[in-house]
């Protein structure tokens, strides 16, 4: 079967640094995604690996370990508007068909 | 592009009612996804269609969903006879072939309430 694993819920400062983490036990691995959520809005795009090391992105960069099955996304200089549900997708096999973690809501503090 | 369109946004029935969802996908993207989200169970997986037929319905919950793909601009979730327990927000989401970086991209969803 499919397992995907995140924090439920974090907290962080403004202006800080913040890393979400996020295993997974999956068949068939062929990428993992990580997709930002605003309350009450549609899941957008963040950040894509399929190879192991870092992919970075502005102040966004996500981390992806295969061996270990284990990825992070880590967001710096946090922003007010960064306060949303952060989401770990693992697409299996060779198609894209993509199963979703329970997300983290992450609350950005003045 | 216009993105995702689903309409309605919002749609509240009575327990029993049939509720039709509808989607348009961004205009050449060959897959579509409809998913469902609730607090309790996070965002699932209902199923997929690549090039309008469906590939994996594994995750529609009951005989009660079903889904069609008539054309390549349009879809549509059915839910007869619909129950409270069915009240969740409803996204739909399309991509072009697979492979490499391509993601999916989110419709604005569809608010369910079945009272």
């Known amino acids: 079967g499919q397992n995907i694993d995140q924090p439920t819920e974090m907290t962080a400062t403004e202006g800080a640094i913040v890393q979400i983490n996020c295993t997974y036990q999956t068949s068939g691995f062929n990428g993992l995604f990580w997709y930002q959520q605003h309350a009450g809005e549609a899941p957008t795009f963040l950040s894509y690996?399929?190879?192991?090391g870092l992919e970075e992105k502005g102040r966004f960069s996500s981390f992806l370990s295969r061996s270990k099955g284990y990825s992070y996304l880590l967001l710096k200089e946090l922003q007010m508007k960064d306060s949303a549900s952060y989401l770990c997708?693992?697409?299996?096999?060779?198609?894209?068909?993509?199963?979703f973690g329970a997300g983290t809501r992450l609350t950005v503090k003045p | 592009d216009a993105g995702v369109i689903q309409s309605p946004r919002h749609e509240v029935t009575e327990m029993g009612q049939e509720v039709t969802l509808r989607c348009k996908p961004i205009?050449?993207?060959?897959?579509l996804f409809w998913y469902r989200q609730t607090m309790m169970r996070g965002l699932e997986l209902l199923i997929y269609f690549n090039n309008n037929v469906p590939i994996d319905d594994s995750g529609m919950p009951e005989d009660r969903f079903s889904a069609k793909m008539p054309n390549a601009s349009f879809s549509t979730l059915k839910i007869q006879p619909s129950e409270p327990r069915d009240s969740a927000v409803y996204f739909c989401?399309?991509?072009?072939?697979?492979?490499?970086?391509?993601?999916?991209?989110f419709g604005p969803g569809t608010r369910l309430t079945v009272l």
């Open positions: 989401a399309s991509s072009l072939l697979a492979g490499g970086t391509d993601t999916q991209y």
């Open positions: 690996n399929v190879l192991d």
């Open positions: 997708a693992v697409r299996v096999y060779n198609n894209n068909d993509m199963r």
């Open positions: 205009s050449g993207h060959d897959y």
